[in-house]
Nanobody
Framework: QVQLVESGGGLVQPGGSLRLSCAAS????????MGWYRQAPGKQRELVAS???????NYADSVKGRFTISRDNTKNTVYLQMNSLKPEDTAVYYC?????????WGKGTLVTVSS
């Protein structure tokens, strides 16, 4: 069992930055592939970025060059650094941990990009 708790969301102006954190507890964090997803009002949840247990990363085209995912296995935490934020980045951001057939989700943190 893994518990995931996101933090770091909030209101930011276009062009600004935020760093999201996802703290994990309850299992061997380093063995999990981790990902950040987002869901905007009226839209389906989509993958933003992922980082495998071995460290390889993957990004949605819409965030490449602006967002960076990273993990600190000593702190059981995965991060999403978001720069050059746009209004279309507004969404609830969710953290997901996956290992084999097991998958766990956090409850999400709201990011609002608005002037």
């Amino acid at each position: 069992q893994v518990q995931l708790v996101e933090s770091g969301g909030g209101l930011v102006q276009p062009g600004g930055s935020l760093r999201l954190s996802c703290a994990a507890s309850g299992s061997i964090f380093s063995a999990y592939d981790m990902g950040w997803y987002r869901q905007a009002p009226g839209k389906q949840r989509e993958l933003v970025a992922s980082i495998a247990s071995g460290g390889s990363t993957n990004y949605a085209d819409s965030v490449k060059g602006r967002f960076t995912i990273s993990r600190d296995n000593t702190k059981n935490t995965v991060y999403l650094q978001m720069n050059s934020l746009k209004p279309e980045d507004t969404a609830v951001y969710y953290c997901k941990g996956k290992r084999g057939s097991l998958a766990y989700w956090g409850k999400g943190t709201l990011v609002t990009v608005s002037s």
